[in-house]
């Protein structure tokens, strides 16, 4: 027999209405509350890897202003053993100077007798002293091929007139460090010199020495690799829900610290659904505080992007 709805009684009937009605509710409630979780989910993930980057963001900051620290203090040793140094050469000329002014010495031979005494000082690493005089010809210098030579149209290896930037500090400040950048034999790279310049105006003689810094560069370099090895063991502790992890790119966009692709190029990675490259919009993001971005990812372990949303900040 078949049965229609007509058929049914009227109590059936509103049984019936109830009974889809509390589906109907079932079924709305459920998904409301299964967006609700989500959503609560993913605040709370988005809050923890808050407060862990608050913390990551501390201790790179610390690490980085300890080395700045560490190449300030390193120059600033190399300035004050510079200024200490000269302090004794230009004691010596003046020591030559006075016995010209009380008449013990003619001042040709005073003059002789303290050049004597700056081209044979040599202190540190065979380090040197020089002396120009105000037409930037050098009247004392250990190299044969400059004695003698007017050197006020020398350039460094970066174009600049470093003779000329010596001549112009110690004239208006009475002395003054200045650098200038040198490629040694066999290498390629240009290293900075840093010089300390000292103007012994009764005789009108330019007065300096320097040394090579790249050391300084060197040791941070070394101190910077440090840093990185225990970035990489601390961020290979941390682990956000299954598979979230930090990562570090620098402004060459190379991946310094990742679980799998460090020493990538970032540029390489491209996500054409994203309309730029992977690296550029982590940057466009990390511009705005505190910002979180969801963004197709990369799977530890794989080069090829996925769908995977992941939460950038």
């Not at 081209?119 to 380090?127: A, C, H, L, V």
């Not at 372990?301 to 939460?311: A, I, P, Y």
């Amino acid at each position: 027999m078949k049965i229609t709805l007509r058929s049914l009684s009227f109590t059936t009937r509103i049984l019936l209405l109830i009974l889809i009605i509390l589906i109907c509710t079932t079924v709305s409630f459920m998904l409301l509350t299964q967006n609700e979780v989500e959503k609560i989910m993913w605040d709370t993930v988005t809050a923890s890897v808050h407060d862990m980057r608050k913390l990551i963001s501390l201790y790179v900051d610390n690490e980085y202003r300890s080395l700045l620290f560490h190449k300030e203090y390193a120059l600033n040793r190399y300035k004050q053993q510079l200024k200490n140094v000269t302090g004794i050469v230009i004691s010596n000329i003046e020591y030559y100077h006075s016995l010209y002014e009380k008449g013990i010495l003619s001042e040709p031979d005073a003059r002789a007798f303290a050049l004597g005494g700056v081209e044979d000082f040599r202190y540190g690493n065979n380090d040197y002293f020089y002396i120009y005089d105000t037409d930037l010809v050098a009247i004392s210098h250990p190299d044969p091929n400059i004695k003698g030579i007017n050197m006020s149209d020398y350039q460094d290896v970066k174009g600049n007139y470093p003779l000329k930037m010596i001549k112009r500090k110690v004239f208006e400040n009475g002395s003054g460090f200045e650098s200038f950048w040198h490629i040694h034999l066999d290498e390629t790279k240009p290293v900075e010199k840093l010089t300390y310049n000292y103007y012994f105006k009764q005789w009108d003689w330019i007065v300096g020495t320097g040394v090579y810094i790249d050391d300084i560069d060197k040791d941070i370099e070394s101190k910077l690799e440090e840093i990185l090895s225990e970035f990489r063991e601390t961020f290979s502790k941390i682990r956000i829900g299954k598979n979230g992890y930090f990562f570090i790119f620098n402004t060459n966009h190379i991946l310094l610290v990742h679980p799998t692709m460090e020493g990538v190029d970032f540029a390489e990675v491209d996500i054409p659904e994203m309309g730029m490259n992977h690296w550029m919009h982590l940057v466009e993001a990390s511009k705005i505080p505190m910002n979180h971005t969801p963004i197709s990812g990369i799977n530890p372990g794989k080069r090829e992007t996925s769908n995977t949303k992941k939460l950038h900040m």
